[in-house]
């Protein structure tokens, strides 16, 4: 069992470049979460869905794009990088039946735009 | 809305010492409580949660926490700090009719000195 699996783990982009993270979980989730992480700010929650086809912003959306088609993935655009968009993103997922207790966390992915 | 205030960013004690890692919240609706830790380059996992009933629990690895509505606090402890427990804890709170959004705290770095 994999669990949420993402990648990249690390990747350096340029301002303006656009990328695509991946989020995969095979433990038939409905709902997914993208997060990042910044020192000294906690997770904020960029984008989450419910369930294939319905997704929704969080707290922190400007500058991001996601996607839901299938139950097992959850991709995270970003169009036009900035440097404010340098962070660490965190994908995670729980069943319908689970509050929050069992939120599976992906190991991360460290974005760098320079 | 819910918000969740950290005191500390950093954290040291010795091992064998107690370690106290505060937490506050905001909410204006009966709110679930969690603390997650993160260990270096991994995602977050759950240690204890409160949802309703006895306010004091107890989680994984020796932490336990207390949740104290009239301080609106739920602070994190153990009695005996172990090197192993040197990570990032996170609090973070979730109120009912927030659906699907759980708020984090910026985090508390907790250093274990031999």
């Known amino acids: 069992n994999a669990g949420v699996t993402q990648t990249p783990k690390f990747r350096i982009l340029k301002i303006g470049q656009s990328m695509t993270l991946q989020c995969a979980q095979d433990?038939?989730?409905?709902?997914m979460y993208w997060y990042r992480q910044d020192p000294g700010m906690g997770l904020k929650l960029i984008y989450y869905?419910?369930?294939?086809?319905?997704?929704d912003k969080g707290e922190v959306p400007n500058g991001y794009n996601v996607s839901r088609s299938t139950t097992e993935d959850f991709p995270l655009r970003l169009e036009l990088a900035a440097p404010s968009q340098t962070s660490v993103y965190f994908c995670?997922?729980?069943?319908?039946?689970?509050?929050?207790?069992?939120?599976?966390f992906g190991s991360g992915t460290q974005l760098s735009v320079l | 809305a819910q918000s969740v205030t950290q005191l500390g960013s950093h954290v040291s004690v010795s091992e064998g010492a107690l370690v106290l890692l505060r937490c506050n919240y905001s909410?204006?609706?009966?709110?679930?409580l969690f603390w997650y830790v993160q260990y270096p380059n991994q995602g977050l996992q759950l240690l204890l949660k409160?949802?309703?009933?006895?306010?004091l629990v107890k989680g994984i690895n020796g932490f336990e926490a207390e949740f104290k509505k009239s301080e609106t606090s739920f602070h994190l402890t153990k009695p005996s700090a172990h090197m192993s427990d040197a990570a990032e804890y996170f609090c973070?709170?979730?109120?009912?009719?927030?659906?699907?959004?759980?708020?984090f705290g910026g985090g508390t770095r907790l250093m274990v000195k031999p």
């Open positions: 995670a997922s729980r069943g319908r039946q689970n509050t929050f207790e069992k939120l599976f």
């Open positions: 433990m038939n989730h409905n709902y």
């Open positions: 869905s419910v369930g294939a086809g319905i997704t």
């Open positions: 909410s204006s609706v009966p709110p679930y």
């Open positions: 409160y949802t309703t009933g006895a306010t």
């Open positions: 973070a709170v979730r109120v009912n009719n927030a659906g699907n959004m759980l708020t």
